[in-house]
């Protein structure tokens, strides 16, 4: 269900999106639908209103009106019945009548008070019936020459709505010819080989979808209308069983579109007058004889409403692969708490396996069997599962046609065999499976494998006659498949079936062959794949070793250069003794006492970041703090510069 809900998720495009979305919520029985009646209910009334929109905008309009119960006055529906009337007649095309008609009859649904008769129904009858061809489809307008399975059922659709809305009765021979035209169409039906019927079209429709669930959709849905308007219209059961199974078995579809056609058709099929499908179904198709399930029958309409009374009988049971099948007409047990058919117990003969059961539902009411459909017997896939018997299994070493040594084996069950054998014996292994009631079983695999310590596997189908399974290997022709690879082979069997509930997977053991050596020219080996697991598991720690540190000199060498490297530094404050450096130029302002005293601490400051370099700070910290810095310097050495030129400048004009 929830799958379905995510294909009409968020808001609708279009109100034909709306009605389809709106619709499926409905048939579904599903109270939340999406918050959008004020937003699609305002789109309505404007379409309705408008004076621009077609019979196909107010044919949309009018069906999201049917589900929101939007406010629309009877002035406003008297008018859109007059423009639709109107363009009935100026209607050149089936999808003209389709979308006008249509509208008609909802207007009619919604309102009893507005008159949406049509005084000229057999005219607009005939002029539809022109439309249809000798096979059964129908064209979309006299200018296009392609027939369409998917215009046939909207054809019929339309003609149900003249009907309905006729003033007076209409031609009966024109019914009767309309008739054999559904007769037609069915000649075109198509079936699956589960039963189920459909109809193709490689024409694509008016709305730009084509294929089976479009077209078989639209038969329904113009069927289904026109039984409701006409009396003894015979549709083979069958067909209308068949065309149940076929919407119920295409699962959830892959788009709104899609899901729309599937579950409004089921709507249709659910409650329409030619024949009410009733569906029989297993709530479990697998069946185990080691818990004793029994055979549980459901029976339901299409949307899983309760069928009438009725009885289920298994009237056959056929072998998979087999077509002997046994009759038994036998009665299921009805239990109307889970409303379920059971047999208590499985037919006689019947062991695990693939089978078909065929069922017939016997309608308790006479009266009933013109409103549902049976369809006669289903066929239903079941399987029954059990444990099978594995009984006598050795293992033996042979040399010729004596037994060297013989050992007995546990399977299913834990075996540790240690085995040898040389180039000339064999290896002979054998077991026998049994069904619970004693039968001979035959399992899809059974399979014995070989595998060397280098990896190499060779795997042999264990063969059968009856009951008994045996394979025999004889060293001598194996040696050059087994590349003359001399050493321990581990063993293992694997016994397997889809019914088999103890189907196993079982190491045998080992046996430590002992081949003669390869010739030169002998076949390789072929190379084993890489484990994936030591290929991306852990790797090795690797364990990195530092270089060793270089010698340092020794310690008075050190101090010696540091005092080579102050001289420098000496000889700068010497000079600047000798120079008679003062501080007489220096501001006496405020202001510009103020910025040389910056520019000052400035430089101050990068001889700290230099030193803070040298001792924590790296590359990348110190030039961006140096970048800063650098700024701030730029602005107030200018302000001290330019001050001390601007007084220099007045020193020597005085």
Request: aromatic fraction near 8%; charge should be neutral.
């Amino acid at each position: 269900m929830s799958r379905k809900l995510e294909l009409f998720s968020g808001s609708f495009s279009s109100l034909e999106e709306a009605y389809e979305g709106l619709r499926t919520f409905e048939v579904l029985g599903i109270e939340k639908k999406p918050d959008v009646k004020d937003h699609t209910c305002k789109s309505v009334v404007d379409t309705l209103s408008s004076v621009s929109s077609n019979s196909r905008d107010l044919y949309h309009a009018l069906r999201v009106n049917g589900i929101l119960k939007c406010r629309i006055s009877k002035e406003d529906l008297t008018g859109i019945v007059l423009r639709l009337k109107g363009a009935i007649k100026d209607a050149t095309s089936l999808l003209d009548y389709y979308h006008s008609i249509g509208g008609l009859l909802l207007v009619k649904d919604q309102s009893s008070e507005v008159d949406v008769h049509l005084e000229n129904a057999d005219g607009i009858l005939r002029s539809i019936k022109a439309l249809s061809q000798s096979d059964g489809r129908w064209r979309y307008s006299s200018n296009n020459p392609e027939s369409s399975t998917y215009a046939a059922g909207l054809a019929f659709e339309t003609i149900s709505g003249v009907i309905s809305l006729a003033a007076s009765a209409v031609d009966e021979n024109l019914i009767g010819t309309l008739k054999k035209d559904i007769v037609k169409l069915f000649d075109s039906i198509e079936k699956y080989d589960d039963g189920s019927y459909y109809f193709d079209d490689k024409h694509i429709d008016a709305s730009g979808h084509q294929g089976p669930l479009s077209a078989t959709s639209a038969v329904v849905r113009g069927l289904t209308a026109f039984a409701s308007t006409s009396e003894s219209l015979n549709i083979p059961e069958d067909k209308v069983l068949g065309l149940a199974r076929f919407f119920l078995g295409i699962g959830v579809p892959g788009n709104s579109k899609d899901l729309f056609y599937q579950i409004d058709t089921l709507s249709h099929l659910e409650n329409n007058r030619m024949s009410v499908p009733l569906i029989l179904s297993l709530p479990a198709t697998v069946l185990s004889l080691t818990t004793k399930d029994k055979l549980k029958v459901k029976v339901s309409t299409v949307l899983g409403s309760t069928a009438p009374p009725l009885s289920v009988k298994l009237m056959q049971v056929f072998s998979s692969g087999s077509k002997d099948a046994s009759v038994l007409k036998q009665e299921l047990h009805f239990d109307p708490k889970e409303a379920v058919h059971t047999l208590d117990a499985l037919p006689e003969g019947v062991d695990i396996g693939e089978y078909v059961f065929a069922f017939e539902i016997v309608l308790s009411d006479p009266e009933h069997k013109r409103k549902f459909a049976t369809g006669g017997r289903t066929k239903v896939p079941v399987h029954v599962t059990g444990v099978v018997k594995v009984e006598n299994a050795k293992v033996a070493v042979l040399e010729g046609d004596i037994v060297e040594s013989e050992k007995k084996l546990d399977l299913p069950g834990k075996n540790d065999l240690a085995l040898s054998a040389n180039h000339l014996q064999k290896l002979h292994v054998s077991f026998l499976l049994k069904t619970p009631f004693g039968k001979p079983f035959k399992p899809h695999q059974a399979l014995l494998k070989l595998r060397h310590e280098s990896g190499v596997e060779h795997i042999f189908v264990v063969g059968n006659s009856g009951t008994h399974f045996e394979i025999t290997l004889d060293f001598l022709s194996l040696v050059e498949k087994f590349y003359y690879l001399s050493g321990q082979y581990d063993i293992e069997l694997t016994v397997g079936d889809a019914v088999m509930e103890n189907s196993f997977l079982q190491p045998l053991g080992s046996i430590e062959l002992d081949l003669p050596k390869a010739p030169e020219k002998a076949t390789q080996p072929p190379p084993q794949a890489v484990n994936p697991y030591l290929r991306y598991g852990p790797k090795p720690e690797i364990a990195h070793i530092f270089r060793a540190p270089e010698k340092r000199p020794p310690q008075e060498v050190s101090f010696a250069f540091l005092g080579l490297v102050l001289v420098p530094f000496l000889a700068f404050l010497v000079g600047l003794l000798r120079l008679g450096v003062n501080l007489k130029n220096f501001p006496t302002s405020t202001i510009p006492a103020t910025f040389a005293i910056l520019f000052h601490g400035g430089i101050a400051a990068v001889l700290i970041l230099y030193v803070f370099f040298w001792l924590k700070l790296d590359l990348f910290t110190t030039l961006k703090t140096l970048g800063v810095i650098g700024i701030f310097l730029m602005f107030v050495g200018h302000r001290t510069l330019s001050h001390l030129a601007s007084a220099s400048a007045k020193l020597k004009s005085a």
